[in-house]
């Protein structure tokens, strides 16, 4: 390459620095410098987000976990389309995703018919969440276990290991840092979770309103309130990048 070529594509990736970095450190910049304090519905969001985000989580991990592994492991009819429809949610903007749950979901759905109350509460919360952000898991668990490690698990079978014990014992902590990598950024995903919530459990202080609807909520009334609670879903983020790299440094070992 020329020298005026590496001119060119230094200043394009300057361009997309700045582009990408300068508008949350002028979040940042807005937030230490406005006087808004945060008031209590800040707190009540932010713990209703960790709890639904959380128990999301486990949803996630507890359902999605042998999910990815028969994906990896597995070959049956249908597979494709199982995978078309496990990654379908990263693709649907969040608002169709929400529409999609109400209509399943909501009083009118199959399951009002049943007499089940769930849209507009905090159950309605955590599957919005859960089914935004759960692919993002699959994923990276579902390239995770398709790694091939069978001489460790054929070692551990023939030292009279069962399945369950060799997946507990050799292949869960082969893929344990790419399967705590999936597991951060799935929960962030359901921590920033906007569209299919307030379409599907609405925006109902205390019982729906997470962190991100309470800043659309402040925005309506005070621009630095509204600031001042973006700014904690940012430092979340960061704090889940940063995580996210530090456990793909780690070499997975038994």
Known sequence: MSSLGRAA????AIVAVVFLALPVVWLFARALTGAAELDDAVFVAL????VTTFVSL????GFGTPLAY???RRRFPGRRLVEAFVDIPIVLPPAVAGLALLLLLGRRGPAGSLGLEIAFTTVAVVLAQTFVSA???IRSARGSFATPHRDLEDAARMDGGGEWQTFRSVTVPLALP????GAILAWARALGEFGATIMFAGNVEGITQTLPLEVYAEFQSSLDASIAAATILVVAALAVLLGVRLLRTEEPSL
């Open 178 to 181: 790419v399967l705590a990598g």
């Open 58 to 61: 486990a949803l996630t991990l």
């Open 135 to 137: 692919p993002f898991y």
């Open 70 to 72: 028969l994906l990896a």
């Open 9 to 12: 594509a230094v200043a394009a």
């Open 47 to 50: 713990r209703l987000s960790f």
